[in-house]
């Protein structure tokens, strides 16, 4: 496959093949009468994420949130409820393609902790929930929803940075008590956030690996990545047939 660019203005023209037509052509095949939007939104979903005629190049407004683990906690939370979990998936991954700063590593560590197995153990987390918010949680307890009520009766977060998907990466791949509590008090309970850092923590596929993949093929199969060398920004893939 090889890709050209007519102008810095124009999406790219991609001699697609068949696999990535019928990749773009699952991903649109729902978009119909625009209800998708209104509907997720009157459930308190982001409409960003949840929407099939997402635009991740008109989202200018987030790019300084790319890196947030928030952002992660809202397209998760969007994919909750939605009928094609991978469909908001795909819209956080694109959404990174346009926005991220160093991208691969945020694909990497957002990839990582969707769809690992790696997982912290519950002994680490309960000291940690005790140690953040002063809950104890006994063994059996769902230390999840035991992190949202203590988070839920704390202040705001006094940190001046918010939660990056890259700290909770790095604290996964090497947990402690003392390192979960310090995620624990930096993360909001807006959107369930705690919720999902603990189950992910808990190396729980809040998304199974087949729709993180899946939703990572659609993302690049209609986002032509961002070329530093070049200079150019992400652009918005158009296929054709070469026979017309």
Do not use: W
């Amino acid at each position: 496959v090889e890709e050209t660019s007519s102008s810095a203005e124009e999406p790219s023209r991609v001699a697609a093949g068949p696999a990535a037509r019928a990749a773009k052509a699952n991903f649109e095949q729902h978009v119909a009468s625009g209800q998708a939007a209104s509907c997720f939104s009157a459930l308190g979903f982001k409409p960003e994420f949840a929407s099939f005629n997402f635009k991740p190049e008109q989202a200018m407004f987030m790019s300084s949130r790319s890196a947030d683990f928030s952002v992660l906690a809202e397209a998760l939370q969007a994919a909750a409820g939605h009928p094609h979990a991978a469909v908001p998936i795909a819209n956080y991954f694109r959404f990174l393609l346009h926005h991220g700063i160093d991208l691969e590593k945020q694909l990497c560590d957002a990839f990582d902790l969707l769809a690992s197995s790696m997982r912290v153990s519950d002994t680490v987390l309960r000291s940690a929930v005790k140690e953040a918010f002063g809950v104890v949680v006994a063994k059996g307890d769902d230390i999840a929803n035991a992190a949202l009520r203590g988070c839920r009766q704390q202040a705001a977060p006094t940190t001046s940075q918010p939660l990056s998907v890259a700290a909770v990466a790095n604290v996964r791949a090497s947990p402690s008590a003392q390192r979960v509590s310090e995620l624990l008090v930096a993360v909001g309970s807006e959107h369930r956030d705690v919720t999902f850092l603990i189950r992910l923590l808990q190396g729980m596929q809040c998304v199974s690996r087949t729709t993180v993949l899946s939703a990572l093929s659609h993302a690049f199969a209609i986002t032509q990545p961002p070329c530093s060398k070049e200079g150019r920004a992400a652009l918005p893939r158009i296929h054709y047939s070469p026979q017309g």
